[in-house]
């Protein structure tokens, strides 16, 4: 499975968001918004529909300019879409990022790939025992248009077992699983926490993350 070996390389000791602004046209999404995490924390963004989760989540990404503030890990700001920053983090977004036309392994190792993780790196037997671990290994032939949403996100949770960086920024991951699925979820999480990386997580729900976490609540400005 992955390590931590990213963020003992670069140091990962804080990530830290300073006044952060964001609008969409009239509309204040957050302003002045500030933060830091450091390593084994995770931070759990809540907020209604159009809170600006999903933005913010985007900001720390460096897919979406903030409006003001500035993004560090340690004393070094972050440039959206540099190296160091796709070394960093890893994001994941809300919608299932699955190709119907793919097979359940074939929409992972596709996934990995596009996350950057060399073929050469995992092995066979490595891949297959991620989809085992969240319970496809039967389904691992079958073509995504005859899996359920919950077994499309539980592709997902293999794609995290394998990923090795050190941030990772999720989206509202627990969409569409069972109970299993989110204690399986927090299982991953937990771990990543306890090798040393962090975790930005919309959520609504509860999760039974253990170790430091905390939650910052999202109200749209006027």
Known sequence: MASSAVARDLGADE????????????????????????????????????????????????????????????QQCLKPLAITSRRLLFYVAHANAIKDELSALENLQDAL????VASAA????????AL?????????????RKL???????????????????????????NALDAEGVELFAGIVNRHLAGGGMACIASHLTMPLQGTSSELKLRASA
């Open 132 to 144: 085992d671990r969240v319970g496809l290994l039967s389904q691992r032939h079958l073509l995504a």
């Open 15 to 74: 990530f830290r968001a300073e006044g952060l602004s964001l609008s969409r046209g009239p509309r204040g999404l957050f302003k002045d918004l500030s933060f830091q995490l450091r390593r084994g924390e995770a931070l759990i963004l809540r907020g209604a529909n159009g809170s600006g989760k999903t933005s913010l989540l985007r900001v720390l990404a460096g897919f979406t300019t903030p409006d003001a503030g500035a993004l560090f890990w340690n």
């Open 148 to 174: 359920s949403q919950g077994q499309k996100r539980r592709i997902g949770l293999a794609r995290l077992m394998l990923v090795d960086k050190p941030f990772w920024l999720l989206d509202e991951p627990t």
């Open 113 to 116: 790939r596009i996350d950057g």
């Open 122 to 129: 995992l092995s066979p037997a490595t891949i297959l025992h």
